[in-house]
Structure formats: C-alpha cells, structure tokens
C-alpha cells in the first residue's frame, strides 16, 4: 500500500463587532480591522481535499517485474 499526503480546506466565517453610524460605515471599518480582532465562528463546512501527492513508493512483492534482476555481474548496493 502507498502513503498519501492529501491537502483540504475548509471554508471558515468569522465574525467582529465594530461601532458605526450605518451598515456601509460598517462594512468599511470591518474591511480595516487587523486579523486578531475578528472571532472565528463555528460551522457545520466540511473539509474538501484538494490536492494528493504520493510521499512514499513501496514496492508490490506480488509483481516479480518489479524486483531488480539478479544476474550475474550486476552489483546491488544498499545500507
């Protein structure tokens, strides 16, 4: 069996509370405000892979074209 690294993401609300004189006054200082002052809100988003990459090959011992040849005068190193 391979080892697969798979990246998701997961769409996130978040929330802040800002003093105003109406909803566009709002939204503009709302557009202004530094990261650590919005609240994430929980939702029920699922994560969504994205993109898989392999990170480990293993070899099939099922598959006989797969191991290297043993003929004579080949040199197989290892550690």
Same mark, same amino acid.
Request: glycine share 4%; hydrophobic share 40%.
């Given at each position: ?12 609300? /978040? &929330?802040?509370?800002?003093?105003? &004189?109406?909803a566009?006054? &709002? /939204?503009? !200082?709302? &557009? ?16 969504? =892979?994205?993109?898989?990459?392999? !990170?480990? !090959? ?9 191991? =290297?040849?043993?003929? =004579?005068?080949?040199l !197989?190193?290892?550690?």
């Open positions: 069996m391979q080892t697969f690294r798979v990246i998701g993401r997961k769409m996130s609300d /978040y &929330a802040a509370t800002v003093q105003a &004189a109406d566009d006054q &709002a /939204y503009d !200082i709302a &557009a202004e405000l530094e990261t650590h002052k919005w609240s994430q809100l929980e939702t029920d988003d699922v994560i969504e =892979p994205i993109e898989v990459e392999l !990170i480990d !090959i293993q070899l099939n011992k099922d598959i006989e074209d797969e191991w =290297p040849s043993m003929d =004579p005068g080949i !197989i190193e290892g550690k």
